[in-house]
């Protein structure tokens, strides 16, 4: 089976179509097994990204290694991802990367360091996810850098990311998500707008999803839309009232408006209980943190 015949099971589980990319791989025939691997390396993807993760607990011991390291991801992830068992986790990633490189498996090598740069990511390492992946020269290696970058506020280097990707291919989903995010990172009202026309394109061929409605919501609120963003939003809270950045969207939106800060405050505890190591409490929490050192500091 040639590589390209997972293109659109790769573009559904890129725009979080889930069910839609569960469904591809599963009429998939691989003819080697290297594609077989791939192929079940994707699907282990659709699991995590469903929030079924501890599906992956029944994997065998002797399973590949790409899929032990998204077994090791998926378990820390099932338990809520917690601060204090990430260094076991790393270590584990660790090996199996060490282990990887050791059997000339590229392949699976790439697999456990980006699984290594996610629990960094989730604790805000960005630093550290980033050096994880750095040599990687895989496409999706490449968006999750730019993404990394453009969180670390390098929007120059993330181009770069992104020139190396429209060159691999630049209508593919996961190019037209890394240029929506530069867009929607930007402080120019037309690069907003660019994003926006883009993430309208991708919902139009492929169907709305949760990360496609936050991205539209975060683009209209960017523009003063509120309206618009609140639609989005609404819309994808009704596909899954567990989406932590749809409620995350809801919150800021909230902010923007002035709404009672009773209301905002009861939906940052909802976020706690929902997505407790979300980076927006972390930067919530520690501007929190701050204002009230310096309002003790007058006082």
């Known amino acids: 089976m040639a590589d390209d015949d997972l293109y659109e099971l790769r573009n559904f589980l890129h725009l979080g179509n889930y069910a839609a990319a569960w469904e591809e791989g599963a009429t998939l025939e691989p003819s080697t097994e290297g594609a077989r691997q791939e192929r079940d390396v994707l699907m282990a993807l659709c699991e995590l990204g469903r929030g079924t993760a501890d599906r992956l607990t029944a ?3 002797d399973a590949p290694i790409s899929l032990r390291a998204l077994k090791f991801l998926g378990e820390y992830l099932s ?4 601060a204090d068992e990430a260094p076991q986790v790393l270590d584990a990633l660790q090996a199996l990367t060490a282990s ?21 990511a989730r604790l805000s390492q960005l630093p550290e996810a980033y050096a994880a992946i750095a040599s990687l020269s895989h496409p999706e290696a490449g968006a999750l850098r730019a993404h990394l970058l453009l969180q670390m506020r390098r929007p120059e280097l993330a181009r770069r990311e992104l020139d190396g990707l429209q060159a691999v291919d630049e209508d593919s ?8 995010e530069m867009g929607i990172c930007s402080d120019e009202r037309e690069h907003v707008e660019d994003a926006l026309y883009t993430l309208q ?4 061929r492929h169907g709305a999803t949760g990360a496609l409605l936050n991205a539209t919501a975060v683009c209209h609120l960017k523009c003063g839309q509120e309206a618009a963003a609140e639609r989005a939003l609404q819309q994808a809270q009704t596909r899954d009232a ?16 002035l709404q009672p800060a009773e209301w905002v405050q009861s939906q940052v505890e909802r ?20 204002v009230e050192r310096e309002c003790g500091s007058v006082m």
């Open 201 to 204: 394109e991708l919902t139009e």
């Open 242 to 257: 567990h989406d932590a950045d749809a409620l995350v969207n809801r919150i800021a939106l909230a902010m923007q408006q």
């Open 79 to 82: 338990r809520g991802g917690d």
């Open 100 to 120: 990887a490189a050791a059997s000339c498996d590229p392949d699976s090598e790439r697999v456990a360091r980006m699984a290594t740069a996610c629990v960094h």
């Open 271 to 290: 976020l706690r209980a929902l997505a407790p190591l979300h980076p927006w409490l972390r930067r919530y929490e520690e501007m929190r943190e701050a």
């Open 59 to 61: 994997l065998p011991p």
């Open 173 to 180: 989903a996961l190019c037209q998500l890394v240029r929506a």
